[in-house]
């Protein structure tokens, strides 16, 4: 898939007013979005619980896991899982684009509106 980034906007859901906008490297093959660390601290987001992270070389490191609010093209969440990263790393990861209803374009090089699912298992009758 091409790289691109998309313009955001980030804030500690308990302080709207203290938004910041990012802009974040689209990347699918990381789970989650990924901030650096002072910019989370800027935004008194604290570390909810503590995540092992498998990095592309393989090694696997462990980080402190928070959550902010974010808006992208006018869709937002109210609170989504962000890694504190290092400095200079803006990743926009697969549960954000998830929750916001998101995936990328890789011949527009975009995020655009997709449905999501809901469907029944019928083989298990439910």
């Known amino acids: 898939m091409g790289v691109f980034r998309v313009k955001a906007k980030?804030?500690?859901?308990?302080?709207?007013?203290?938004?910041?906008?990012?802009?974040?490297l689209v990347d699918t093959g990381a789970?989650?979005?990924?901030?650096?660390?002072?910019?989370?601290?800027?935004?008194?987001?604290?570390?909810?619980r503590m995540v092992k992270l498998r990095l592309a070389d393989n090694r696997v490191i462990e980080r402190p896991?928070?959550?902010v609010g974010?808006?992208?093209?006018?869709?937002?969440?109210?609170?989504?899982?962000?890694?504190?990263?290092e400095e200079g790393v803006y990743l926009l990861g697969a549960v954000t684009m998830g929750q916001l209803g998101l995936a990328p374009d890789p011949i527009e090089k975009k995020l655009k509106p997709v449905e999501a699912l809901l469907m029944k298992l019928l083989y298990l009758g439910i």
Do not use: C, H, M, Q
């Open 70 to 85: 974010i808006e992208i093209i006018d869709r937002y969440v109210s609170a989504t899982p962000v890694v504190f990263g």
């Open 10 to 24: 980030v804030w500690n859901p308990r302080d709207r007013d203290k938004a910041v906008v990012v802009e974040l």
């Open 65 to 67: 896991l928070g959550e």
């Open 31 to 48: 789970t989650y979005t990924v901030l650096p660390t002072s910019l989370l601290k800027s935004l008194n987001v604290e570390p909810i």
